[in-house]
């Protein structure tokens, strides 16, 4: 089955960690999307990638990072520099770049909490 | 400053009741609009507007955009309880990879 996977559903992290959420993709799609999800705040838009090795800030990018070395993977690390990480994360992809004619597919999200 | 906004934020039926959802916008160079369900995790895709005043339907749910007034409307109707989650809004811009989402409308509907 095709999809986007993300890993891990959960994380606990302490403060000053950095810690690293995976998003992988089998559907062959060239652009990827890290949103942030706080309640009553909607989707943000953290990074997105349009091709391998390419990729942009989006409106709360400080304190992440990504990397897109393979068109089917877009890890998000958090690091310590984020100063209110705890929130759920979403990934996404879309058939081609922008989203704009074609929908965005949602991975499962990890739910990133902060002790 | 680009922004959509929806109402209302949350709403509790009754199963049986209508409700219609609304998600208003003002974006530079708009090209289409976009609704999702999102239930406990991934939203899942609903619709998605281009044009201004036709119809998407797809059972009980239906959608219009109208591009003169910069809104659209999420109807459904004979509402089940399955129907209970965030409902997001959002709209993509001409030259931008960004689609800009609303805050969401969480839907409650009682049995």
């Known amino acids: 089955d095709g999809g986007i996977t993300q890993s891990p559903k959960y994380l606990f992290r302490k403060e000053g960690q950095n810690v690293t959420l995976s998003c992988e993709q089998n559907?062959?799609?060239?652009?990827m999307y890290w949103y942030r999800q706080d309640p009553g705040q909607g989707l943000r838009l953290i990074y997105y990638?349009?091709?391998?090795?390419?990729?942009q800030k989006g409106d709360i990018a400080e304190g992440y990072s990504v990397s897109r070395e393979k068109k089917e993977s877009f890890p998000l690390t958090v690091t310590s520099a984020q100063k209110n990480p705890t929130a759920f994360y979403l990934c996404?992809?879309?058939?081609?770049?922008?989203?704009?004619?074609?929908?965005?597919?949602f991975g499962p999200g990890t739910r990133l909490t902060v002790l | 400053e680009d922004k959509v906004v929806q109402s209302p934020l949350s709403l509790v039926v009754h199963e049986g009741d209508t409700v219609t959802l609304n998600c208003s916008y003002e974006v530079t160079n708009f090209r289409s609009l976009l609704w999702y369900k999102q239930e406990k995790k991934a939203p899942t895709f609903l619709f998605m507007l281009t044009s201004s005043g036709i119809e998407k339907k797809s059972g009980r749910l239906s959608s219009i955009l109208d591009k003169k007034e910069l809104f659209s409307i999420l109807n459904i109707t004979a509402t089940q309880t399955g129907d209970s989650a965030i409902y997001l809004c959002?709209?993509?811009?001409?030259?931008?990879?960004?689609?800009?989402f609303g805050k969401g409308t969480k839907l409650t509907v009682n049995p």
């Open positions: 990638s349009q091709i391998v090795n390419d990729f």
């Open positions: 559907l062959n799609h060239d652009a």
């Open positions: 996404a992809s879309s058939i081609l770049a922008g989203g704009l004619y074609n929908e965005l597919f």
């Open positions: 959002a709209v993509g811009r001409g030259g931008s990879e960004k689609l800009v």
